[in-house]
């Protein structure tokens, strides 16, 4: 290729300004190259909360958008994962003190299937039966709540700390506890595809 089909093939790039989901204002997360916009599809953005809220305390939540739409100069996402940093969650290890964690699959109101990951932190070592609780009491509440919510309310509810809060509020009259977090929810089906799915699995019953 001569040089002069390479820089054209440069200038035919177009910058497109990814922005998140209108539960997260529309905000810019920032801007992706490409010469075709079918190639803008499916490109993953991260960004942390702190970014998104002008608040460096919440650096330690990151979040990952994935392209879905594509306009003139804009490109919009949609929520797939939340996540806690590594170096955030291994400071709220303490030596001889209980790490309860638990994994969660529901679906939300509006058909949306979502995996939610909460750990608890205990004060001191907890026993086997006071872990079980615990986890139990988290699987518990966390199903209740997609039972109530639609998938843009359960993030909300994530993001925002809520979630945890209340499962906090409950668990710690099980055993003490210092600390609740939900340390990663992921997006894992979109309603089409839980629909499908279902229809699958009723033909392979039939």
Do not use: C
Not at 82 to 97: C, E, P
Not at 135 to 141: A, L, Y
């Amino acid at each position: 290729m001569s040089e002069r089909s390479v820089s054209r093939a440069k200038q035919e790039k177009r910058w497109y300004t990814v922005l998140a989901p209108e539960q997260f204002d529309r905000q810019e997360l920032g801007e992706t190259p490409a010469d075709e916009p079918e190639k803008v599809y499916d490109r993953t953005i991260e960004t942390t909360l702190g970014d998104l809220n002008n608040n460096a305390s919440e650096n330690n939540t990151k979040l990952t958008f994935k392209i879905t739409d594509v306009g003139s100069d804009s490109a919009y996402t949609e929520f797939v994962e939340h996540s806690l940093t590594r170096d955030y969650l291994r400071s709220l290890v303490r030596r001889g003190a209980s790490k309860i964690e638990a994994y969660v699959t529901v679906l939300t109101t509006d058909d949306y299937r979502v995996q939610i990951q909460p750990v608890a932190f205990t004060t001191k070592k907890a026993d086997a039966s006071q872990e079980k609780a615990i986890r139990e009491q988290m699987v518990e509440m966390i199903e209740e709540a997609a039972e109530e919510r639609s998938f843009e309310e359960l993030v909300d509810s994530v993001v925002e700390g809520r979630l945890s809060s209340a499962i906090y509020g409950e668990a710690k009259t099980i055993y003490p506890l210092r600390r609740v977090e939900i340390q990663k929810t992921t997006l894992e089906a979109h309603p089409e595809e839980v629909a499908e799915e279902e229809a699958t699995a009723v033909d392979v019953e039939d």
